[in-house]
């Protein structure tokens, strides 16, 4: 069993940036590929960013690239996603997500792992 607690949300200014944090519980972290999803209010679940157990690989939603940047600290049992230039678009509940391979997927139904979400609130 994988415990997942998201942190770092907050409200923020069109333009600024925020970066957010999950810790994870177990011994497996460095063996799980991770991912960040968010849902913005009315619309679907999406994938923001995913990242290999080992960070080598990375995939990012055609909307943040260029100014999110997902990373993990395997030794900390912590993923990242560092959020810049951000847009009042980006205003979302932000979820991470683990999965029992090494390799990422943007597909939410390849997780099985999910936190509890954190708040990113960016004003215009």
């Known amino acids: 069993q994988v415990q997942l607690v998201e942190s770092g949300g907050g409200l923020v200014q069109a333009g600024g940036s925020l970066k957010l944090s999950c810790a994870a519980s177990?011994?497996?972290?460095?063996?799980?590929?991770m991912a960040w999803f968010r849902r913005a209010p009315g619309k679907e679940r999406e994938a923001v960013a995913a990242i290999s157990a080992s960070g080598a690989v990375t995939y990012y939603e055609d909307s943040v690239k260029g100014r999110f940047t997902i990373s993990r600290d395997n030794a900390k049992n912590t993923l990242y996603l560092q959020m810049n230039s951000l847009k009042p678009e980006d205003t979302a509940v932000y979820y991470c997500?683990?999965?029992?391979?090494?390799?990422?997927?943007?597909?939410?139904?390849?997780?099985?792992?999910w936190g509890q979400g954190t708040r990113v609130t960016v004003s215009s």
């Open positions: 997500a683990s999965r029992t391979r090494t390799l990422p997927t943007m597909n939410a139904e390849g997780y099985d792992y």
């Open positions: 177990g011994r497996t972290f460095s063996s799980y590929a």
